[in-house]
C-alpha cells in the first residue's frame, strides 16, 4: 500500500507516529512562514504542515505549486494542532510533512469539491465523477450500500435466495411504456427490458422456489418529470404458501429491521388503512401520517341553506388546522390561490375560523349563522383557535384537491419534518381503475394481481368497484413498496385478460407461458417489491433519488457525462435490420 492510514484515521493518540497518506488536495492556506494543506480521501479530511525554516525549502517549494484536487502521496509525523477543529473526527492532529510527491496533477475542476459546492446541477451531472468526491453524494451512496447489505442479511435469515432474472425479455405490463432492444439475428424483432421480474419471480413460485428476493435494475420508459430515472432498482420479492398478512408482517419486519440497523430508529409496527379509508380521511391513497388533519365530511349539514357552491356539490369536506385560526387575511388568500392553481383544480376555498375567545367567523356567515357554523365545529372536532378549511366539488376531485392542501398547511406548520418516520400500509386496492384515454378499465397494480373473491361477482355490473389483495407501503406520504397477491390458476387469470381487453388470442401471445405455468401444479404465492432508490432518499432525508445513484440520469433522461443516448452509426443501424437515418 502506498499508504499507513486513510485521511480519516489519524487521532490523538496517534501523535509522534510516523505516517503516510495518500489523497487530493482539497485546500491549501498559504500563511506566509507556515503554509496547510488539506488532505482529502473518502474516509475524512487530514491537515498537513509546513513551516519556514524547518521544513526541507525544496518541499516548500513544490508543497506552493500543488493545485486543487492533485494526487499526493506525503509523509510525516503525527503531531498535536495548536488550534483543534472540533468539528472533524481528525481536527486534534496535523502531520509535520517530510516529503510530499505528486502522483497526478489535476484541471482546475469545473466546481468546488466542497459539501455545498458553487457547482450547478447540470456541470454537476457532467462531470459526476468529481461530484461523487464530494462527501453529501458520497454519504448518499455508502448509506446504500448499507441498506442494500442489511436488506440482504434480513431476506437470507428467512430462507430467501437471491436469484438473477433476464434483462432481455418479453414486455411485461406495469403500466409503463418498455424500453426495446432490436436483436440483430432476427431482423424486426425485439427484446424489451423489464419494467419489473413480475413474470419471472412468478414462474420461481411455480419452479417452488418458495421464497425469492432480488435487488435488481428495472426499466420503464415513462413520460419525464422530475426525480423520475428510466432505470432504478427495486427490492423485488416473492414468497409462495403465504397469505396476505404473511406478506405485510414480512415485509413490515424488513423496513424496521432496515430502520433499527441503518438509522437506529425502533419504528412502532406498521397499522394497516384501507383503500377507502385512506381517500375519504386523507384524499391520497398515499397519506402523509406524520400528521393528523384528518378529513371531516360536511356535505350533509352544509346543504340547502342558499349557498351555490355546497349546494350544487356532491361532496364538501374540510379538515382542521390546530391553532390556526390567527391565519391573517393574506396567508388564506394565499391558500385560496394555492386550491385554484389548474394542478389542484378547486374552483374556491371556504374557511371558518373557531376564535380562542369562542367566536366563529367564516368566509360564508352570510349563509350559515353561528349556531350552523357550531355543528361544523362538532363535525371536525375543533377547539378554540382552530381554523376549518373546506373544499366542495365532485367527490374524487374535491378529496384529492383537499388531500393537497392539507400537505401544503402541513408543510407551512413544519409538520414535515424528515427526520420523523411514519409508516403505514394501505390495503384492500380497487383491481381496476377507469382510463379516460383509451376508455377502458386498466389493471390498477397490473394484471397478474388477484381480486377479492367475494368483489368478483362485481365484474360484469360494477368493475371498478372490485377489491384486489393488493398493498402498497406508504412512508411519509410516499409510496415506499407496492405489490399483492397473485392469481395462480388459468381461468382466473385468462378471465381478467379478457376483461383488461385483451383477446384470448393476444393475451396466449403475450402469457401463454405464464397461463401454461399456471396448469403445471402453481402455489398459491404473492409478492412485493420496494422502489430502492427512493427508500434510499427517505432514510437519508433528501427530496430527490438522484444523489442516491451513482450515476443517474437528469430530468431529460439523459446522461450527459457519457452523452446519452446518442444517435448509432448508420452501419450499426444496417446490421441491425433498422433502416432510418442517425441525427447529426
Ligand atoms: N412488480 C410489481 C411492481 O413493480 C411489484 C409486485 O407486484 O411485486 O410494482
Avoid at 432481455?168 to 406495469?174: A, D, G, H
Avoid at 375519504?280 to 401520517?289: L, M, R, V
Amino acid at each position: 500500500m502506498l499508504r499507513t492510514h486513510t485521511c480519516g484515521e489519524l487521532r490523538i493518540q496517534d501523535v509522534n507516529k510516523r505516517v503516510a497518506l495518500t489523497g487530493w488536495v482539497q485546500r491549501l492556506r498559504d500563511k506566509g512562514s507556515l503554509l496547510w494543506i488539506d488532505l482529502r480521501d473518502r474516509y475524512g479530511i487530514t491537515q498537513l504542515f509546513l513551516e519556514e525554516g524547518k521544513s526541507d525549502p525544496a518541499m516548500l517549494q513544490s508543497a506552493r505549486q500543488l493545485g486543487r484536487e492533485y494526487v499526493v502521496r506525503v509523509t510525516g509525523t503525527v503531531a498535536e494542532r495548536l488550534s483543534k477543529n472540533d468539528k472533524i473526527p481528525t481536527g486534534a492532529i496535523e502531520i509535520k510533512l517530510e516529503s510530499i510527491e505528486v502522483l497526478n496533477k489535476s484541471k482546475t475542476p469545473p466546481f468546488t469539491i466542497e459539501d455545498n459546492t458553487d457547482g450547478g446541477d447540470d456541470l454537476r451531472m457532467k462531470y459526476r465523477y468529481l461530484d461523487l468526491r464530494r462527501s453529501p453524494v458520497r454519504e448518499g451512496l455508502q448509506l446504500r450500500h448499507k441498506m442494500a447489505q442489511q436488506t440482504r442479511a434480513y431476506l437470507d435469515s428467512l430462507n430467501f435466495i437471491e436469484v438473477e432474472t433476464p434483462v432481455l425479455i418479453k414486455s411485461t405490463p406495469e403500466g409503463a411504456r418498455d424500453f426495446v432492444v432490436p436483436s440483430r439475428i432476427h431482423h424486426g424483432e425485439f427484446y424489451a427490458l423489464p419494467q419489473s421480474p413480475q413474470t419471472f419471480k412468478q414462474l420461481l413460485m411455480v419452479s417452488g422456489f418458495d421464497r425469492y428476493y432480488q435487488i435488481v435494475k428495472c426499466f420503464r420508459d415513462e413520460d419525464l418529470r422530475a426525480d423520475r430515472q428510466p432505470e432504478f432498482t427495486q427490492i423485488d420479492c416473492e414468497m409462495a404458501f403465504i397469505t396476505q398478512e404473511d406478506i405485510l408482517a414480512t415485509f413490515e419486519g424488513l423496513v424496521r429491521h432496515l430502520f433499527k440497523t441503518v438509522k437506529g430508529i425502533d419504528m412502532p409496527s406498521v397499522p394497516h388503512m384501507t383503500y377507502a379509508d385512506a381517500m375519504k380521511y386523507y384524499g391520497s391513497d398515499k397519506p402523509d401520517t406524520r400528521f393528523e388533519m384528518k378529513f371531516c365530511e360536511l356535505t350533509d349539514i352544509v346543504k340547502g341553506k342558499g349557498f351555490q357552491a355546497f349546494d350544487q356539490a356532491s361532496m364538501a369536506v374540510g379538515f382542521c388546522a390546530r391553532g390556526c385560526a390567527t391565519y391573517t387575511r393574506k396567508q388564506l388568500d394565499e391558500l385560496t390561490e394555492f386550491v385554484k392553481r389548474p394542478q389542484i383544480g378547486a374552483k374556491g376555498m371556504v374557511y371558518l375560523r373557531y376564535e380562542e375567545n369562542g367566536t366563529l367567523k367564516s368566509s360564508v356567515d352570510k349563509f350559515y349563522p353561528p349556531d350552523e357554523l357550531r355543528k361544523w365545529v362538532t363535525a371536525c372536532n375543533a377547539q378554540p383557535g382552530d381554523l376549518i378549511l373546506v373544499l366542495s366539488g365532485e367527490t374524487d376531485k374535491t378529496r384529492k384537491a383537499l388531500g393537497e392542501l392539507r400537505l401544503y398547511v402541513a408543510s407551512q406548520l413544519g409538520l414535515r419534518d424528515k427526520n420523523t418516520f411514519s409508516a403505514l400500509w394501505v390495503i384492500d386496492f380497487p383491481l381496476l381503475e377507469w382510463n379516460e384515454e383509451t376508455s377502458r378499465y386498466h389493471a390498477m397494480h397490473h394484471p397478474f394481481t388477484s381480486p377479492k373473491r367475494e368483489d368478483l361477482q362485481l365484474l360484469d355490473t360494477a368493475p371498478g368497484e372490485i377489491r384486489a389483495n393488493a398493498y402498497d407501503m406508504v412512508i411519509n406520504g410516499t409510496e415506499v413498496g407496492g405489490g399483492s397477491i397473485r392469481i395462480h390458476d388459468r381461468p382466473t387469470q385468462q378471465l381478467m385478460f379478457n376483461h383488461l381487453g385483451f383477446t384470448e388470442e393476444e393475451a396466449k401471445k403475450q402469457f401463454g407461458f405464464l397461463m401454461e405455468a399456471f396448469e403445471f401444479g402453481a402455489p398459491p404465492h404473492g409478492g412485493i417489491a420496494f422502489g430502492f432508490d427512493r427508500l434510499c432518499s427517505l432514510f437519508g432525508g433528501a427530496d430527490s433519488i438522484r444523489d442516491f445513484i451513482a450515476f443517474p440520469k437528469n430530468n431529460a433522461g439523459r446522461d450527459t457525462m457519457i452523452d446519452t443516448p446518442a444517435a448509432i452509426s448508420q452501419e450499426q443501424l444496417n446490421e441491425l435490420g433498422l433502416d432510418i437515418q442517425p441525427e447529426k
